[in-house]
């Protein structure tokens, strides 16, 4: 008898709403094992509790999987916190006796904790294509010796082809400004010592598969697409093959993506524009051992600004600032760089989220004057999942740094992405 599976997407942020694609690419997965598999998307849900009694009731499920994108909006103005309302639909679930697996991107950030606060019966971390079917093989015959599994270890189906659109309402999520994502890898060999998705193995998708994935999704009429990726640029040749393969496929097809300062080279934003690449949001962070770490300098960001105004690319920059120990001098130095030398915009962050598995983390814990600068207390045994930040300024502050500067927009006091700049 088949195994019956539900994945649910609990995901109801709409600013803007962000399709859950990760699960499309584990449905296809589980379907090419024989699974039986469904997904009850609750983006757009007018009660999520109504529609889960309904589904729950039509159909007998053997499995639940739950995906956690993220735990709060992440920046600091605005900040949305979800796992309150996450627990209360896990709690729900779990009337119905059948058992949850969660998982995503946001329970990666930090899967301990969030496991301990919702608790369910499993968990998988990173990438989930492989390790739920290893996981499956297992819960099949009752051997599930560890409840959180480590998708890391299994990587990613690089052949795998999702038949997308099928079961979510793509119409209502481009109607509300979302944008249809694929992607080229997982996986980030970024050092940064702030974020949760530094320093993970970057595993890439065979690239025929990736064009086979977007040729079905045209086929659908669909032509406008964002890179899913954390940043693009982890392989220089990688990229450019994949944007040569691309620009053969559809010419109406346009797509944003995002990218890292280094590696690139001109080639790589001719090859870009032909793949009709038309915006490309930059993460940048001010403070040079963050840089260094990096392995990028200004000179870099030079160069990309000018290929970009080359190749008529847009440029938006994704800029974090006010790192502990960082000088004013710094940011004073990084905004006086961008008023010279001026993409399309700049995004400021100068909140900085902290989560308890980051380098930052460890700094600001150690250090008293640190944890004087943030939003709220820090106690000895926090688990940093209600949102907490560190900053060194004030709206106000970086205010008077931009002087008016309509280039320069402090993220997060208005709602939106980069892409619905256009």
């Known amino acids: 008898m088949s ?14 709403p962000v399709l859950p694609i990760g699960l499309e690419y584990i449905k296809e997965s589980l379907i090419n094992s024989n699974y039986d598999v469904d997904i009850l998307d609750l983006t757009f849900s007018d009660d999520p509790f109504l529609d889960i009694k309904e589904t729950l009731k039509k159909t007998k499920f053997d499995l ?13 103005f605005n900040n949305q916190y979800f796992l309150p309302d996450f627990k209360k639909i896990i709690d729900f679930l779990k009337e119905f006796k059948i058992p949850i697996i969660i998982g995503g991107s946001g329970f990666s950030a930090s899967p301990e904790e969030i496991f301990n606060y919702l608790k369910p019966d499993y968990g998988i971390i990173g990438p989930a294509e ?3 079917l290893d996981f499956l093989d297992l819960w099949k015959n009752n051997c599930v010796d560890i409840k959180i599994i480590n998708g890391w270890k299994y990587g990613i189906d690089s052949d795998l082809v999702p038949i997308r ?4 309402d793509y119409a209502r999520y481009l109607k509300s400004d979302g944008l249809i994502g694929f992607t080229t890898h997982v996986g980030c060999s970024n050092h940064c010592p702030y974020c949760i998705e530094a320093n993970k193995k970057v595993d890439f ?19 406008h697409y964002h890179l899913s990726d954390s940043e693009f640029n982890q392989d220089l040749e990688f990229c450019k093959k994949f944007c040569r393969e691309l620009a053969k496929i559809n010419s109406n097809l346009k797509w944003t993506l995002y990218m890292k300062p280094n590696p690139y080279d001109e080639e ?18 001010s403070y040079d051992k ?17 290929y970009c105004k080359k190749y008529n690319i847009e440029l938006a920059i994704d ?25 399309k915009s700049v995004g400021i962050s100068f909140y900085y989220r902290l989560f308890n598995n980051t380098e930052l983390f460890q700094l600001i814990k150690k250090d008293l004057n640190l944890k004087k600068k943030l939003t709220r207390p820090l106690s000895d045994d926090d688990d940093c999942l209600n949102p907490i930040f560190f900053h060194q300024y004030t709206k106000d502050e970086i205010q008077e740094l931009i002087q008016g500067d309509t280039l320069f927009k402090i993220a997060g006091l208005t709602l939106g992405v980069n892409y619905q700049l256009k």
Do not use: H, W
């Not at 639940?64 to 600091?76: E, L, P, Q, T």
């Not at 659109?165 to 979510?168: A, G, K, P, Y």
């Not at 120990?325 to 004073?332: A, G, I, M, W």
């Open 268 to 285: 790589l934003f001719q090859l870009l524009r032909k793949s009709n690449a038309y915006l490309i949001t930059l993460s940048v962070d």
């Open 3 to 16: 195994i019956k599976i539900l994945l649910i997407n609990p995901n109801m942020y709409k600013y803007p």
């Open 64 to 76: 639940i999987g739950f995906s956690i994108r993220n735990i709060d909006s992440c920046i600091y």
């Open 130 to 132: 492989k390790a739920f």
């Open 319 to 343: 800029l974090l600032t006010g790192y502990p120990y960082e000088s004013v001098e710094s940011t004073k130095t990084v905004i006086q760089f961008f008023k010279d030398n001026r993409p």
């Open 205 to 223: 998708r065979k690239i025929q598969s990736i064009i086979r994935e977007i040729n079905s999704l045209s086929s659908y009429g669909y032509n």
């Open 290 to 306: 963050i840089q260094k770490k990096n392995n990028y300098s200004y000179d870099n960001l030079e160069n990309i600004i000018e």
């Open 165 to 168: 659109s099928t079961n979510l």
